[in-house]
């Protein structure tokens, strides 16, 4: 079943729940809409599933006209937040009730509803529960008979109103996963709301970003996250830094300096650039585009988190993934030379007179003290892939290089490089947990636009 | 007899006293002095007893004064069986008019959104609000000879003044709000979400009301029923102004009691007060019971 939404816009009063929104959803599909609350994101769904009505736009199922039916005739499976269980019936007849209320030409037999019931409870894994009432049950057991009762009347579609948004953080967490694998065991085409980024990235295939009514975004987990269309998604997705920067004659300016980003195509004034904290690496003065001191070092968990004030007096945190042996060392320098370079990968600057361009042509990478496992970054797939280290360094005139991504070395990937030194090189896991896909297709080959800088291996593998 | 009561008052399980002793220290911060606590206690007990048990022995003690044979003559007369009859027949009238006005109303304004919702929670309230006598007038100025709606109903030869449908009109106005203010705040605690998931599993409308609304407010519109029907079976000030008293034909147990007394008849005004006051009795204990079943209604709600 394939879902179009077209123009759709829904008035509350003066606000503006939808302001013209359009969406497909292919078939199969597992979609996230993702955004803060009152971005539109529910009202879109209830209209989806004929619970609500639009002022005006379209919405089609398959290509017929689904405004044109009520929300019985749809066929629309529905999950809402708190479970909305008929407090009154038992389990079982919860799940049945969809059943039960069939018109009596098309009503199934007792004994077919008994089957088909107990096949819903032991595909949610909740059969021996089948007596009891909602209120004997715990969170994450309701919502998961919620979505038995809705699957019961086999939907074309299956819609969940922020199915774990009522449960504590454990739950949700098991209950990702069983959405997951309960999605591509069923393969109904369904469609999640949720405001939980880390929800909406792992769990969903396509991800809309929703805000104030708009579609900010549409595009798989690593799209969203990596290639953030507008200055909205660059922040409410992962954590960002924000600076102020001036564009000015093909230039783009941090207070007095200017940063070696093309600014082509960019209208002069103020603006926003917004940078990944883990994508921004120290290294020794003048190697960078930004210049600042590094005030503290933190280490915690699998990251080291250095606050640093920046030349121009704004204070920002980047992260970096500490490192074995080398750590303590490059720790300490963190701290020793007053006034290092940061290097980075700059993102995108975004801004309401930023017109879009490719992000990846203009990373930027500075050269530090060439050793092995320095931070890296590996991706496969359709997107930009591109290895950085402490070793490799991006220059204008770089080409791409081939990469091969040859299996998984303790906690890293080893990657052996193609075109000009075979070398295996230990890749720190990243920290978001998309990319252990990545990381389960060894031998995929991988193009980055990054280039070993020319001679410099003392370190071995 | 206060000081009995006062004694079993203080009388504690040992098993609670235990309790206590462990939560001393605690109790000791939050609770007045024994002594204190026995008196005010006590208060309480004399005033309930005199203003409330009292007068509900003595309408028993009059009703019995002469023996039970007595009691049962006077409930037999004819004038007392009519009455008894015309009560039931009001009180069913409009509670079942209630019922369907209430559930109507209570639906429209818990589970939709429209301009005008506070107006109507308004004049909900109003039959509370105005004195009986006046409601009972309201319908004297629409119905009477000389009111709107007179000289028509006289034309057709309605009769709905001093007979038994302007009694009912009446009563229902009185107890208009009981069903919808017991149904109001329980359907707007429960919301609209189980009936949107009954339509997307695809119940029609009717199928939705009788399968999940209803259910689960049933014992809700239990309470109000209850209290309706106590309030126009004992409505005495609406139904007096609208009747026109005539014995046998359109006199209700309250106005019986009454006219019986002026009379002197205390032992058959007695018998039929003492009817009504049992059936207060009655709704007092399956109000108790309806309300210990509301409660559990809320707690199955979520969270």
């Known amino acids: 079943m394939t879902i179009e939404v077209r123009n759709l816009v829904k008035k509350f009063g003066s606000f503006a729940a939808l302001d013209g929104v359009d969406l497909k959803v292919d078939n199969g599909e597992l979609l996230a809409l993702l955004g803060p609350s009152g971005s539109g994101k529910t009202t879109l769904l209830r209209i989806i599933a004929g619970l609500d009505w639009p ?4 919405v089609s199922f398959n290509g017929e006209d689904a405004l044109a039916q009520g929300a019985r005739e749809r066929n629309v499976g529905f999950v809402f937040q708190h479970y909305a269980l008929f407090r009154h019936m038992t389990v079982f007849e919860n799940v049945a009730f969809g059943l039960r209320v069939q018109p009596r030409a ?16 032991d595909l949610v894994q909740l059969d021996w529960l089948a007596d009891r009432y909602p209120s004997q049950l715990s969170g994450g057991q309701r919502q998961r008979i919620a979505l038995a009762r809705a ?34 065991e069923i393969n109904v085409t369904s469609i999640f709301v949720t405001h939980d980024q880390e929800e909406a990235l792992e769990v969903a295939n396509r991800v809309v970003v929703m805000d104030k009514g708009k579609i900010e975004q549409i595009g798989s987990p690593d799209d969203v996250y990596e290639t953030p269309a507008t200055a909205f998604v660059h922040g409410f997705i992962g954590e960002s830094i924000e600076l102020p920067v001036e564009v000015e004659g093909g230039v783009i300016r941090l207070g007095d300096r200017s940063l070696p980003l093309a600014a082509e195509g960019l209208a002069p004034g103020a603006s926003k650039l917004f940078v990944r904290r883990h994508d921004m690496l120290v290294g020794p003065p003048g190697s960078g585009a930004f210049e600042g001191a590094v005030q503290h070092v933190r280490n915690f968990g699998p990251v080291q988190r250095a606050e640093v004030a920046l030349s121009g007096g704004e204070t920002i945190e980047i992260d970096a993934p500490p490192r074995q042996g080398t750590a303590r060392r490059r720790h300490d320098r963190l701290r020793a030379p007053p006034l290092p370079d940061i290097c980075e990968r700059l993102s995108r600057p975004i801004g309401s007179n930023f017109p879009k361009y490719s992000p990846f042509s203009h990373c930027w990478y500075a050269t530090t003290a060439p050793h092995l496992g320095a931070p890296a970054h590996a991706r496969c797939g359709r997107d930009t892939h591109h290895f950085a280290s402490c070793r490799l360094r991006r220059q204008r005139s770089a080409g791409p290089a081939a990469v091969h991504v040859c299996g998984h070395v303790g906690p890293g990937l080893q990657a052996r490089w193609a075109g000009g030194c075979d070398h295996d090189l230990a890749i720190p896991p990243k920290q978001r947990p998309r990319h252990r896909r990545h990381r389960s297709r060894p031998d995929a080959a991988c193009r980055i636009p990054v280039r070993r800088h020319g001679g ?4 071995g593998p | 007899m206060t000081m009995q009561i006062a004694d079993s008052v203080s009388l504690v399980s040992p098993d609670a006293r235990a309790r206590a002793h462990g939560a001393a220290a605690h109790d000791n911060l939050r609770t007045e002095p024994r002594a204190v606590r026995i008196v005010i206690i006590a208060l309480a007990m004399i005033f309930l007893s005199v203003f409330v048990v009292l007068p509900l022995v003595v309408v028993f003690a009059q009703a019995f004064s002469k023996g039970i ?3 049962l003559a006077a409930l037999a007369e004819p004038e007392a069986l009519a009455a008894i009859r015309l009560t039931l027949l009001v009180a069913a009238t409009s509670v079942g008019l209630n019922l369907v006005f209430g559930l109507v109303a209570a639906w429209a304004i818990a589970k939709f959104e429209f301009k005008g919702k506070t107006f109507l929670i308004t004049l909900i309230d109003l039959p509370f609000s105005v004195s009986p006598v006046i409601s009972g007038l309201v319908f004297v100025l629409l119905f009477g000879a000389q009111g709107y709606f007179g000289g028509w109903l006289r034309d057709h030869d309605i009769q709905i003044l001093f007979a038994v449908p302007g009694i ?6 009185v107890t208009f709000p009981f069903v919808a203010r017991a149904l109001i705040p329980l359907m707007q605690e429960q919301g609209t979400q189980e009936e949107e998931a009954a339509i997307s599993l695809g119940a029609s409308g009717l199928q939705t009301f009788f399968r999940v609304t209803l259910p689960n407010i049933k014992w809700g519109v239990l309470y109000g029923v209850l209290l309706c029907n106590a309030r126009a079976m004992g409505e005495f000030g609406a139904v007096s102004v609208v009747s026109g008293h005539i014995r046998g034909e359109t006199n209700t147990m309250p106005l019986l009691v009454e006219i019986l007394y002026n009379e002197y008849q205390f032992v058959a005004a007695f018998a039929i007060a003492s009817l009504l006051a049992m059936l207060a009795l009655i709704t007092l204990i399956a109000k108790t019971v309806l309300e210990r ?11």
């Open chain 1, 106 to 121: 098309i009503r199934k037999d007792e004994s077919t509803i008994r089957a088909r019931v107990k096949e819903l409870l």
């Open chain 1, 456 to 459: 410099g291996q003392q370190d």
């Open chain 2, 293 to 303: 079943h509301l409660d559990e209604g809320q707690d199955i709600s979520d969270h």
């Open chain 1, 151 to 184: 699957l019961a009347i086999e939907p074309r579609i299956l819609l969940l109103d922020e199915p774990f948004g009522a449960l504590d953080a454990k739950v949700r967490k098991e209950l990702r996963k069983w959405l997951r694998s309960l999605h591509h």
């Open chain 1, 55 to 58: 002022d005006s736009g379209e």
């Open chain 2, 168 to 173: 009912a009109l009446a009563t229902t106005f």
């Open chain 2, 69 to 71: 044979l007595a009691y």
